[in-house]
């Protein structure tokens, strides 16, 4: 195998082990077959037009066009003309597939079932970064930036998977990237031989004799473009360390990609973490928005929250749906898990619009909803008795009808619960050993006395919003780990999504099955009879199973929301629907749009802001933030925008390097030396000295050391170089110097001492000698012009030599 063809397998394997990364993201893991098939059909064109040869840009041009040919066949092959060629119907089909793929990713929880969108960025992301690398790697030859498009991909996997045995994935995906750098090492030395630094013979380094190579010496230093390897190498798998530390936590729901699906269906996470400091940024925002609007047939909304998700599995850091199944919506839904008859229930019925730019996968609902009538593809999961939608189906201008139940037990009710069944309550109290000891000594000591568990939760729910000295905050830092609920105990700040977390463990450790509701407050009744709600109306709060009710509404979180009826002292016995309590306001006159942000309003109407749902997302449930593909397609292109900006630094590290060492002059002495003296003038020129091509050697080494304030060895070293050129040029036979590179090095770090600050950054960050990169560029474009001009009249004047000839034989 030749040394083009290993370098091209190494940079495929490269490749894979990198979007091994992705394996946890979704299953099954089937598609990494298909974009290892597809991937080496990519690098087997590049090969062959290697070999042809084809100029650079014409081979990735073909992979590309193969690429698109491969992809067509694979995922809309019924839209292409022959099956094969792709057309804008083709192209229309791709858009639609990886909006598909977007809105999936949004959707699902890791692992994420394979759908054809998901299947897409996939398969066309690797394929994708495979061509970029093999461009880099083989047909440029620069092996080392090549790892660049490799972190990128490894990056995001590494985000998305919030971490699932993240050190396994780096180090196949390090591998990968080191094998290649091997595999370019040896390619050089299969073409050069083993180059070596120069020293000078003063040095310790025994000459080379005259027609011999530093090619067949043995000892030295490393060769320049390895060390530089080494370097970037280095870099770039430090960056690959640190880029999935810094970004953002991935997780789903409300707060990020939220649970919804086909089949299986899927559950996406709310961290109990790090989403609050991006949850911090949208409560301090000044405008609130109106999301929803409604009329409903009860005269009494202070229980009427919209429920979006309930959150049922908690790991000690993370709150996150179940994975459950999802089916059809069903004309009339079945009857709420644990309620009784002799419970009072109300029905009401409710009429709600969505803002036409509030994009949420998630149906916002009165609990516990009997009946939705809505257009569009949605999916109910009935545990959870929500309605997610499938297939980037989501709330944006959404108009539906829901009836519901008005559940109103009383104190007695809820104190007479008997136990709930025992699967149940396995499930909704499992805590997990990593929650730390306080959380449940703290519920301990606080229902300390209390009976029954109904009044335990009273108890913690009475601590948290009224007598424990907490105090709603929304510039609270959010903290981290599995600590974050001990610290907010300690520390007593936080805002609904502390307060309603905390009380669900608590509640957990107790044995009350608890988990933890998104959604929205009832919100503001407008002056025509209907009721808006706004960003400030998002809220979190705990729901508690008792048998014989059902899921039932608790309010921790001080000065927000309503307190239920069934946790006062003074509510009546009997919960009848007599006349209507007081209207919760956020103002006192009924504003026509929701009001801007104001102070929390008194603990009595506890109807204020909590914490602001994401906006403006199409895809995804919510808009704390960008989406998590959005943080990926960013840190692609800040990375795409890093390589851009470093390309005149690298190109000038890759020049150096062979000239230097003898990879571009190869073993010739003569060309050495003048490799060497172009790199001492494109120093002098990266440090503002401008070559003069009218001046001899000698003149031009003489301005270098007068304008570069040279002195003593690095004067000396620039005389002598240009002395060895003189010989090269001019003697009748000519006898080359040996241990130029370090003479010219010895240049350069006089020049690097005499320069001012400025100049050194510009000299390394901006060399001016990049230059000759494009006009090397603008001449071969120039040259391949020339080339297609001249082949045009040869080929007609073949056609016409071949037409001719006949005739004469003929004759």
Known sequence: MSGRARLAVCAAVATLCAACALLPLVDPVGWVVQAAVL???????????????????????????????L???????????????????????????????????????????????????????????????????????????AGLPLLALYSVAAGLSQGAASWLWFLIAGAGYLLLLLAEGRDRLSRWGRVFGGRSPGAGRPPVAEGQSYASTAGGPAHAPVRTGRRIGALVLGIALVVPAVLPSLGGGLLGPAAAGRGAGGGGTISAVNPLVSLQNSLNQPEDKQVLNYRTTTSDTRDLYLRIVALDQFDGTAWKPSERAVKDVPAQFPDPSGLSPAVDVTTVNTSVSAAPWYAQNWLPLPYPATRVDISGRWRFEPEGRTLVGDRGQNTRGAQYQVESLLVRPTRQQLAASPAPPAELAREYTRVPDSLPAVVRETAEQVTRGAGSAYDKAVR??????????????????????????????????????????????????LGIPARVAVGFTPGTRQSD??????????????????????????????????????????????????????QPSRSAAAPAEPSPAQSCAPADRRTGPCWTPPAHSASGPADDGPSPWMIALGCLGVLVLLLVVALPLLWRAWARSHRLGGGRAGPDPAARTLAAWRELVDTGWD??????????????????????ELDGAAADAAHRVAASVEQVLYAPRPRPASGLADEVRRV????????????????????????????????????????????????????????????????
């Open 529 to 582: 009879g209907s009721t808006s709600v706004g960003l400030k109306d998002a809220h979190a709060w705990p729901e508690l199973y008792f048998e014989g009710v059902g899921w039932t509404r608790f309010e921790p979180t001080p000065s927000r929301g309503t307190l239920p009826d069934y946790t006062l002292a003074d509510t009546p016995s009997a919960g009848g629907t007599g006349g209507p309590a007081p």
């Open 460 to 509: 913690l729910q009475d601590w948290f919003s009224l007598n424990g000295g907490f105090t709603y905050n929304t510039e609270v830092q959010a903290g981290s780990g599995t600590e974050a609920i001990a610290r907010f105990l300690e520390q007593k700040e936080g805002f609904c999504v502390h307060f309603a977390f905390s009380m669900a463990a608590m509640a957990r450790t």
């Open 687 to 708: 440090y503002g000295i401008v070559p003069d091509e009218s001046l001899t050697p000698r003149k031009a080494a003489e301005r270098i050391v007068r304008i570069g």
């Open 71 to 145: 992809l067509t066949v694979l995922f809309a092959h019924d839209k292409a003309a022959a099956g094969v060629l792709p057309n804008l119907d083709v192209l229309l089909e791709f858009a639609e597939l990886m909006q598909e793929g977007v809105a999936d990713v949004s959707r699902y929880a890791i692992p994420a079932p394979v759908t054809a969108g998901i299947r897409l960025l996939l398969v066309g992301g690797v394929v994708l970064v495979g061509l970029v690398v093999d461009a880099l790697a083989v047909t440029y030859r620069s092996a080392a930036p």
């Open 39 to 69: 991937l080496a059909i990519v690098t087997g064109v590049g090969a062959l037009a290697r070999r042809v040869p084809l100029a650079r840009p014409l081979t990735v041009t073909a992979q590309a066009v193969v690429a698109l040919l």
């Open 748 to 811: 350069r770090s006089g020049l690097h001492a005499a320069a001012s600050r400025r100049l050194r950054v510009r000299a390394l960050l901006v060399p001016r000698s990049a230059a000759r990169a494009l006009w090397s560029l603008s001449s071969r474009w120039s040259a391949f012009l020339a080339r297609c001009s001249a082949s045009r009249p040869a080929a007609a004047a073949r056609r016409t030599a071949n037409a001719v000839r006949p005739s004469r034989q003929r004759t």
